[in-house]
């Protein structure tokens, strides 16, 4: 199978999973296993049958590992209907087909039950003597009212019947429960298909299996150009540039300058005009060819142990030094542990390793720094500017910042080169400032009162794990507080329990003088993954959901784009056309609609380019300032935060320090 | 999942207990390859004698494993209700065995057929939290490519399934955080009013939609990187690092469930304790 489908098989398997696994442990959930049929269903439309059929497989094994041979049948249903509905769908067929073939498949299970239940015998006489013992027993309770000794012998009399005819019985439930669930599954995902028709497709690189020796530096380009498939303007070029064998070049530039095209047409991709120039092909992952890392710390891992990750993809057969790569990129005996406690800047560090795993001529690092925290930052840097001196290698490094540039052999700008240029400024990076009492009092009257707040996940199990201790702080009316702390350090712990979404299991969490968890939705929170907390297909039906306005009253949601430095056009855009900056805006907009008493922002920065962090920088201290708002910013970085946030907690280990934390030394 | 009040012991998952013993070094193989034979047993022969002895089974392998007491999440208090409800009603059914206590005849079979599938039950979930105690997830996608070798024979794409395997195992933690955030986004909004049945239900269905296709958005989106990462390595191939086999130890847990199976399975053959 190709990269793509077997991504795509992964993670709708680990939906499906989820999902089943829900609908398996939580009580009165088994309604959800429904759902279920959704991922399995869309995965059948868009991919090949055997990409439904792998699906099948990892998350069946999943679910039995965690749900036992419920999960795993109920994962079994959910891709035989989800199959089912997602194949009469890609045909282009409509309700009345799959109607027919949702009795078809009720009868078709009904048989294979049958055939179970005649094969286990002894398990089928062990079920029915049971469940006839519980009707026996409520018979035997009903006979003793009078009146009613004739409806107890009744339902003696009829239940044995049933069970003569189990094999009807056994066909007709099959048909009733598989039809009903095709019906819903098919209306949930003809639903979910026509929600999705503008999710964009992210995916960047083609994978290409292409004979003849590997050889992509030096590379040579002249006049390059690159049209996206209905574009209407060029997203790179025309540039002419060569990239040498062993330099470290940088290549800085705004966003939509064309930075990433460049990366892609390095990396393989046919420029729409002009000529690339190479010794051989591109290899992209070969042994000598090209290795891209990119910019999602998460998404770039693919194994679940370091070490396996560090050879994933490599040919069977091959061997790795994988303690020499890991001790490189300064991750020196962590081979045995899992990916999932990594922070941002050592799961990258583990995509260099995986990437030098493959002996690259050309390692492509594509804004590899700009979803990770400042001390990550620089131990990333320092380990690829050390790449092009130990190895036979050039590098190309992408970035927006401007110190990240500096250690290059050379710098290649592509500002001007792009059409749609809009923002020139390149971000740097702040020192962080001293951490400021945790009780200073400025103005207002306490709003949110944490006393001595600690919390612990998984408490009474063997995993139980300590994320907070002995917290205390106080949130005054229009303070701006920001809680600094790296990876693990609790602080999104703590912005649950301020939301009132946890309930922190020592201490307590004060908003006028109430338990916070007892008023959900009086503290708003902006998550980090704005697009997780956008729930419907279009801005302004989103905000007046968000906000509970009501959608018709059409000046209400033109005040709240307002508020947050939208245009109202904005409002008729489809949630996945808006690009991160505008999605955090939207977000806001919803949230500030409601007037929330404080407002919580989950690193309100990550991911923007430098003018839209500005501008909601901007924004957010503007409302503070002029509206009163109280604001806590939980982030990892400090660069602009100063005027927003003139109060700074530092947490460290889950617990609050006075002073910020420092790295630990990369080698 | 998230804690909440009512259930103080939340579900750990995909995550071994911590600690090392010979259960955590047997081969994942080995541990998968038992559950379903022990599964097909039971389904086979669900006697009192082969569930006892696989329960037996179950408890000394927790004890080899040092699996605290606390693994086990919290039963909530209706399922006692429901259990004791089911107990009761069962009872009432009377039938062989009888027991006289004084003048009151007791007849117990109601009940023993009715204890006896709720020890089933029990037993398979312990069989079945055995393994994910006690196995390191990344030990599981290398046994299923190893034990399905087999599969090749008949020409079904084993590799594949074992790397959707190992990826989906990586992705489902991250999904799960996912759906997290995405249940404490809707518990934050309002909720639209609903007054008439009807309203009520139509506010459900559109809730519903607008949490699925958010959650498939988000999966969408995480799998076109997660496809651009692996077609950055150049395609599938190696999952592991570390060599995937058995042992001399896993021969020694096959030989004892051997013994097990083929003791219950003489028992429910040719002995009057069968039970089926």
């Known amino acids: 199978m190709h990269p ?103 009868a078709l299970f009904g048989v294979a039950g049958i055939g179970f239940l005649l094969v286990f015998y002894r398990i089928r006489h062990l079920i029915f003597e049971s469940v006839t013992a519980n009707v026996n027993g409520m018979a035997a309770v009903l006979s003793r009212i009078s009146g009613l000794e004739d409806a107890a012998q009744r339902l003696r009399d009829d239940f044995g019947t049933v069970l003569t005819y189990w094999p009807l019985l056994i066909i007709a439930s099959s048909i009733l429960s598989i039809g009903s669930v095709t019906l819903i599954g098919w209306w949930a995902l003809s639903r979910v298909i026509a929600r999705l028709s503008g999710v964009p497709d992210v995916h960047k690189l083609d994978f290409a299996d292409s004979p003849g020796p590997v050889g992509p530096v030096p590379a040579q380009l002249r006049d390059v150009r690159f049209r996206y498939d209905s574009a209407d303007h060029d997203a790179l070029g025309p540039v002419s540039l060569t990239i040498d064998v062993g330099e470290h070049v940088a290549v800085t530039g705004p966003n939509g300058s064309g930075k990433t095209t460049l990366m892609l047409v390095l990396s393989g991709r046919a420029p729409t005009s002009g000529t690339v120039e190479r010794p051989g092909a591109v290899g992209l992952g070969k042994a000598g060819g090209t290795a ?17 990750d560090v050879v994933f993809g490599l040919p069977p057969g091959t061997t790795t030094d994988v303690p020499r790569l890991l001790a490189e990129v300064g991750l020196d005996g962590l081979a045995e542990r899992d990916t ?23 390692l492509i690092a594509d804004e590899v720094t700009s979803m990770v925290d400042q001390q990550g930052r620089e131990g990333l840097i320092s380990v690829l500017s050390g790449l092009t001196k130990n190895h036979r290698m050039s590098l190309v490094h992408i970035t927006h910042y401007n110190d990240e540039a500096e250690s290059a052999d050379r710098i290649i700008d592509l500002t001007g080169n792009g059409g749609a240029a809009d923002n020139v400024e390149m971000v740097s990076t702040a020192p962080a400032p001293t951490a400021t009492s945790a009780h200073t009092r400025r103005g207002g009257s ?28 106080v949130v005054n009316e229009g303070d701006g507080v920001l809680i600094h702390g790296l990876n693990g350090s609790g602080k999104s712990t703590l912005a649950w329990i301020m939301a009132g979404l946890l309930t922190p299991t020592q201490g307590t969490c004060l908003l006028d003088g109430e338990p916070v968890s007892e008023q959900v939705g009086a503290v708003a929170i902006s998550f980090q993954a704005a697009r997780l907390q956008l729930m419907r297909g279009r801005v302004d039906l989103e905000i007046a959901s968000a906000a509970g306005l009501d959608y018709y009253d059409h000046s209400q949601i033109v005040d709240a784009l307002a508020m947050v430095g939208l245009d109202p056009a904005i409002g008729l855009r489809r949630i996945d056309q808006l690009s991160g900056g505008q999605m955090r805006r939207v977000v806001l907009a919803g949230l500030l609609a409601r ?33 009163g708002l109280t604001v806590v910013v939980i982030s990892h970085d400090f660069s602009g935060l100063e005027e927003l946030c003139p109060r700074t907690l530092h947490l460290r280990d889950g617990a609050v320090t006075p002073a910020p934390t420092r790295a630990e030394g990369v080698s | 999942m998230t804690a909440s009040r009512r259930t103080p012991r939340t579900v750990v998952l995909l995550r071994p207990v911590p ?62 209700v429901l259990l004791f409800l089911g107990a009761l009603t069962a009872s009432f059914a009377g039938g062989s065995p009888h027991v006289f206590i004084g003048s009151v005849d007791l007849g117990l079979g109601g009940l023993l057929k009715f204890l006896q599938i709720t020890v089933l039950s029990i037993v398979l979930l312990g069989l079945g939290g055995l393994v994910s105690w006690t196995t390191n997830v990344a030990e ?31 992705a489902f933690p991250m999904l799960i955080d996912e759906f997290r955030i995405l249940f404490a986004a809707r518990k934050l909004r309002p909720r639209e009013p609903a007054a008439t049945a009807r309203e009520r239900r139509h506010r459900m269905t559109r809730e519903v939609i607008d949490l699925l296709a958010a959650a498939v958005t988000v999966a969408l989106r995480r ?48 002995t009057p304790l069968a039970t089926t």
């Open chain 1, 595 to 627: 007037s929330p008493r404080v407002l919580i922002l989950d690193e309100p920065l990550a991911g923007l380019d430098a003018a839209s962090q500005r501008g909601l920088l901007g924004l957010l201290s503007a409302l503070r300032r002029d509206a």
């Open chain 1, 4 to 106: 793509a489908e077997l991504a795509h098989a992964a993670v709708m398997a680990a939906l499906c999973a989820a999902t089943a696994i829900i609908a398996v442990v939580v009580p009165f959930a088994a309604g959800l296993s429904v759902l279920g049929t959704v991922p399995m269903g869309l995965l059948a439309y868009r991919h090949r049958f055997r990409v439904l059929v792998a699906a099948t497989v990892a998350g069946g094994t999943i679910a039995f590992l965690i749900a036992g041979f419920g999960g795993l049948m109920t994962v079994f249903n959910c891709a035989y209907i989800g199959g089912l509905t997602g194949i009469v769908k890609r045909r282009g067929r409509g309700t009345p087909t799959i109607a027919v073939a949702a009795i078809v498949a009720g």
């Open chain 1, 340 to 362: 999932g406690g990594l922070s941002g800047g050592e799961l990258q560090r583990l995509a260099v390793a995986a990437a030098l795993a493959r002996e690259p001529a050309l």
């Open chain 1, 292 to 308: 891209v890392v990119l910019q999602h710390p998460e998404s770039q891992v693919l194994g679940t142990r370091v070490a396996d």
């Open chain 2, 140 to 170: 599981i996608a290398p046994a299923v490519a190893k034990l399905g070798r087999p599969l090749k024979l008949l020409r079904l794409p084993v590799d594949d399934w074992a790397v959707a395997l190992s990826l989906a195992l990586r």
């Open chain 2, 223 to 270: 799998a076109d990187e997660m496809g651009d990462a692996i077609a950055a390595r150049g395609g599938a191939g190696q999952i592991s690092a570390l060599p995937s086999r058995p042992t001399w130890i896993d021969g020694v847990a096959f030989a004892v469930v051997l013994a097990v199976s083929a003791a219950a399975l003489a028992v429910e053959l040719f």
């Open chain 2, 19 to 80: 600690g090392r013993s010979v259960i955590h070094d047997l081969w994942a193989g080995t541990k998968l390859l038992v559950v379903a034979a022990i599964g097909v047993l039971l389904t086979l022969y669900p006697g009192w004698v082969p569930i006892l002895l696989v329960g037996a089974l179950v408890v000394v392998t927790a004890r080899i494993a040092r699996i605290p007491r606390g693994v086990l999440p919290s039963v909530p208090r209706w399922l006692w």
């Open chain 1, 446 to 473: 306490p709003l949110l009162e944490l006393t001595g707040v600690g919390h612990q996940y998984g408490l009474g199990t063997p995993w139980a794990s300590t994320a907070l201790r002995d917290v205390d702080l």
